[in-house]
């Protein structure tokens, strides 16, 4: 099996890996860029799972934020800069429109939508967005193919990031909480209220894991019908675990990357 941390021998030979086309990039901020890429044929995903993606080898995990009904396979992606350790995120801020990577041929994971619990609180910091916004592209195609209803779960969203320009999926969320409020609840809250950048800022106020304990009160969450989900930086997660797990919670984690 190869190891995906290292770069892979005669990787244009191994059949496992695919071509595909970048097909659009947005930049977000310096650090943070959105990038659509070509979805090979018959590539089956559930909302929530990871695809792997390579450039000259070199190969990375991305959860996916595209919908399975969606043409191309969307990305959102952090730069970790070369002189903090960042190998593929570098080489991925060089890609243009029209630019090939490999991809492997199936999609992994299993921090998906758990459909038997009818509450969902979606953590998340900064990139660790992306599988909540495609669990939500997905329930509401469902909702207007009539495959479900809105009042039959709750997405509770809270998303954490240092500044307001980082939020990104921000109006996609408001706008499926404002068209389905029974579904969809968005709390974006920044960390750093008090830096220059977020002085427009009038939402809420501090890390995500120190306002959950606090949200889960207020709208009545209990351990019997609530899923919670954890998603990015592995200091809130382990935050979140140490919190709720005693509760009697159950939480979903998937970690973006190690602590050193
Ligand atoms: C299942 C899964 C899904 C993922 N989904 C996404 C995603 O949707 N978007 C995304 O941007 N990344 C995602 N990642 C992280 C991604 O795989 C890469 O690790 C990341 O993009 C950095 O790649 P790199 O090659 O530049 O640096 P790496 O060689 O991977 O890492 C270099 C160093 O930076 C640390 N690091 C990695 N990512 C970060 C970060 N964001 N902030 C701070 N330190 C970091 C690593 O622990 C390591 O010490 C995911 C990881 C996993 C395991």
Redesign the pocket.
């Known amino acids: 099996m190869t190891n995906i941390?290292e770069p892979a021998k005669n990787f244009k030979s191994q059949k496992k890996l695919l071509e595909v086309k970048v097909n659009r990039r947005e930049d977000i901020t310096d650090d943070l860029l959105k990038i659509w890429i070509e979805k090979p044929e018959e590539y089956i995903f559930k909302p929530g799972q990871?695809c792997t993606i390579g450039i000259n080898g070199?190969e990375?995990?991305?959860?996916i934020?595209s919908a399975p009904y969606e043409r191309d396979l969307e990305?959102?992606?952090?730069?970790?800069p070369e002189n903090?350790?960042?190998?593929?995120?570098?080489l991925?801020w060089d890609l243009s429109a029209g630019d090939s990577i490999t991809i492997r041929p199936r999609a992994k994971?299993i921090?998906v939508f758990n459909n038997e619990w009818r509450k969902h609180l979606l953590l998340a910091t900064?990139?660790g967005v992306?599988p909540y916004v495609s669990f939500i592209r997905d329930y509401i195609k469902k909702i207007e193919k009539q495959e479900l209803q809105s009042t039959q779960h709750e997405m509770h969203v809270l998303m954490g990031a240092s500044y307001l320009d980082e939020f990104t999926y921000d109006s996609e969320l408001e706008e499926a909480a404002s068209k389905y409020p029974d579904l969809v609840t968005f709390v974006p809250t920044v960390s750093r209220p008090d830096e220059q950048k977020n002085a427009l800022w009038t939402g809420a106020k501090g890390r995500v894991n120190a306002i959950v304990e606090d949200y889960i009160n207020d709208k009545e969450l209990s351990p019997e019908d609530t899923l919670i989900y954890a998603c990015g930086?592995p200091g809130m997660i382990e935050d979140v675990k140490s919190k709720m797990v005693p509760l009697g919670f159950t939480v979903d984690e998937?970690?973006?990357?190690?602590?050193?």
């Open positions: 941390k990871y070199i990375r995990a991305y959860s934020v990305l959102f992606v952090e730069l970790v903090e350790g960042g190998v593929l995120t570098p991925i994971g921090f900064v990139t992306v930086h998937e970690r973006f990357w190690k602590e050193d």
